[in-house]
């Protein structure tokens, strides 16, 4: 099935410092969500992208959708302690039939504060 | 602002026992998703609806676990027998359409711990 490998798994910031992640795939996708989760919280949005090639931006986030429509990224910039949580990447699943619309999501990259 | 609501937040359970869980999509969305969170990993789909039709089911493991959506506005997911293996996260989400892919929103999820 299609599987969505992100990265990196984890990583510590330092308030202030621009962070990065990404998420790639062996399927192409026509929409990719990116979520940031709180612990006992459900995911939440925080950018769409439906186009490839596609830049968007919500405040200090941007996310891109790759040209081959095989990876996206997502940058934070000047991190807040806020920013810690878990962040997904979801691919939507073009196919139709029963599953077209069922998001695959990526295994997230936890965000912590640096000790 | 709109919100997927759920209920409830937590839940215990002995294994054996039937359990129910709870979803309010956002008002106007034709589309429901019920998910499963294991922690550490990121959701995966358990069944999908299209107003009070089930379009996806694949994954919903149907001799313990049934979905219902009668109306085409709330949902349930029930479990009956509960197994330890049930202990996760269990998400709803809804979307205004499946083919255009605007985004799934997300609930606060049900936390099910099963003894």
């Known amino acids: 099935g299609q599987q969505l490998n992100q990265s990196p798994q984890s990583m510590f910031i330092q308030e202030g410092e621009d962070v990065s992640m990404n998420c790639t795939s062996s399927s192409i996708f026509n929409t990719w969500l990116w979520y940031k989760q709180d612990p006992g919280e459900g995911p939440v949005l925080l950018i769409a992208?439906?186009?490839?090639?596609e830049l968007t931006s919500n405040g200090r986030l941007t996310a891109q959708f790759g040209i081959t429509r095989k990876d996206s990224f997502l940058n934070i910039s000047a991190s807040i302690p806020s920013d810690v949580g878990i962040y997904f990447c979801a691919g939507l699943n073009p196919d139709y039939g029963g599953s077209q619309g069922n998001l695959i999501f990526g295994k997230g990259t936890k965000l912590s504060v640096k000790p | 602002e709109a919100e997927v609501a759920q209920s409830p937040r937590y839940k215990i359970t002995e294994k054996s026992q039937a359990v129910a869980f709870w979803c309010d999509p956002i008002?106007?969305?034709?589309?429901l998703y019920w998910y499963r969170q294991i922690l550490g990993q990121g959701p995966e789909l358990l069944v999908q609806f299209q107003d009070e039709s089930v379009v996806d089911d694949s994954q919903l493991p149907k001799d313990r676990f049934s979905a219902e959506r009668l109306k085409g506005v709330d949902s349930t997911l029930k479990i009956q027998p509960a197994e330890l293996g049930d202990s996760a996260m269990y998400l709803c989400?809804?979307?205004?359409?499946?083919?255009?892919?605007?985004?799934?929103?997300f609930g606060p999820g049900t936390r099910l711990t099963v003894l």
């Open positions: 992208l439906y186009k490839a090639g």
């Open positions: 008002s106007g969305h034709a589309t």
């Open positions: 989400a809804s979307s205004f359409s499946r083919v255009r892919g605007g985004g799934q929103f």
